[in-house]
Nanobody
């Protein structure tokens, strides 16, 4: 059972930046697809970004259209960390952000395909 713990959320002004971190409890993390999701009040959980480590070509990333060019997902397997760098934040980015892991190769948007979840961290962007 992999445990994921997010950190780095908080209150930020529009146009500002925040970096979220997610720590995994086990080495098996290195083989997992990692994703960041978010859920705003009254809305469904949606994927923000995902990263898969491909031994033959390096990591591959996917992003939601709403965050492309502003957010960057990355991972440090040696430290069992995955990051979400969020720049040029907008009030509509306000949500609880969740780290998630998929044990296979799925790096798509379906939340039910992810096997492990963190508890979430709140990001609030003020206008």
């Amino acid at each position: 059972q992999v445990q994921l713990v997010e950190s780095g959320g908080g209150l930020v002004q529009a146009g500002g930046s925040v970096r979220l971190s997610c720590t995994a409890s086990e080495r098996s993390f290195n083989n997992y697809v990692m994703g960041w999701f978010r859920q705003a009040p009254g809305k469904e959980r949606e994927i923000v970004a995902a990263i898969i480590a491909l031994p033959w070509s390096g990591p591959r990333t996917n992003y939601a259209d709403s965050v492309k060019g502003r957010f960057t997902i990355s991972r440090d397997n040696a430290k069992r960390l995955v990051y979400l760098q969020m720049n040029d934040l907008k009030p509509e980015d306000t949500a609880i952000y969740y780290c998630a892991a998929n044990r296979g190769r799925y790096n798509g948007p379906r939340a039910d395909e992810y096997d492990y979840w963190g508890q979430g961290t709140q990001v609030t962007v003020s206008s």
